[in-house]
């Protein structure tokens, strides 16, 4: 009977991801198919302005993809999954917010690791890559507004639920703490679909899973992901010659 629950959690932690790889490459596939019907209707979407299409899109499909990767196991099996589960059973304390910038020092450390051994023994890899965010050229205070929003406020609640609130609260009851932090940490850097970023969020997300652990909330997480994101916003966007600068 113990190796069957031990075959049982082994294809649990093995189905889990890809339930959510699936759920969140179907909310984007719904998207898409939505956004091909309003066209067939007639709608120009080619007169919106592409900033404002990217933000509402961009939430669009975070959204779907919570409501998928949530909502159908429950209503087919019942299986509720609650504020507790995710880690956001109360409000952040202050407690939550001074671990932010603790888990930002970690990061720092543990990117620039992974970063060194992987630039040492993957060479294929284009490490400067500019990272693919869906805006560019931002020629007023309402687009930067409306970039700002979707990638400093929408993306991480929505990824700290999916992934950190989701899928590792889930993982951690069927497997070590230590695999349930790879396979999450894999798979959100299998979602950005680039190679330079994924080693760095590979980081950035071992990271936000240990802060998960020892705070027992996923407020931390979604601070620290909003500060990564924040700062990266800032070199992107508003001062982007800062880091050339920097580098020589």
């Not at 991801?17 to 209707?41: C, K, R």
């Not at 007639?42 to 993809?65: C, E, M, Q, R, S």
């Not at 490490?127 to 929003?149: D, P, R």
Request: proline content about 4%; hydrophobic content about 60%.
């Amino acid at each position: 009977m113990l190796r069957n629950f031990s075959k049982r959690k082994a294809l649990y932690v093995v189905a889990l991801p890809l339930w959510v790889f699936f759920g969140f490459m179907l909310a984007q596939a719904v998207f898409l198919a939505l956004m091909t019907g309003v066209q067939a209707l007639g709608v120009p979407l080619d007169n919106i302005n592409p900033i404002i299409l990217n933000t509402v899109g961009g939430a669009v499909i975070y959204t779907l993809a919570i409501l998928i990767v949530l909502g159908v196991p429950w209503l087919v099996k019942k299986q509720r999954t609650t504020e507790g589960d995710l880690g956001l059973k109360s409000l952040p304390t202050w407690m939550d917010i001074l671990w932010a910038p603790a888990g930002a020092v970690v990061y720092i450390i543990l990117t620039t690791i992974v970063t060194s051994l992987a630039m040492a023994f993957l060479p294929f890899i284009d490490y400067t890559q500019a990272q693919e965010t869906g805006f560019s050229e931002l020629a007023n205070q309402s687009e930067y507004i409306l970039a700002f929003l979707s990638l400093v406020i929408i993306a991480p609640i929505a990824e700290e639920v999916l992934f950190r609130g989701y899928l590792f609260g889930k993982l951690r009851k069927y497997a070590p703490v230590w695999v349930s932090i790879l396979v999450t940490s894999a798979l959100f850097a299998l979602v950005h679909f680039q190679w330079n970023v994924a080693l760095d969020v590979f980081a950035l997300s071992i990271v936000l899973c240990l802060l998960r652990v020892v705070s027992g909330s996923l407020w931390p997480s979604i601070l620290l992901h909003m500060l990564k994101n924040g700062i990266a916003f800032y070199f992107l966007f508003i001062n982007p010659t800062l880091l050339s600068t920097l580098g020589g």
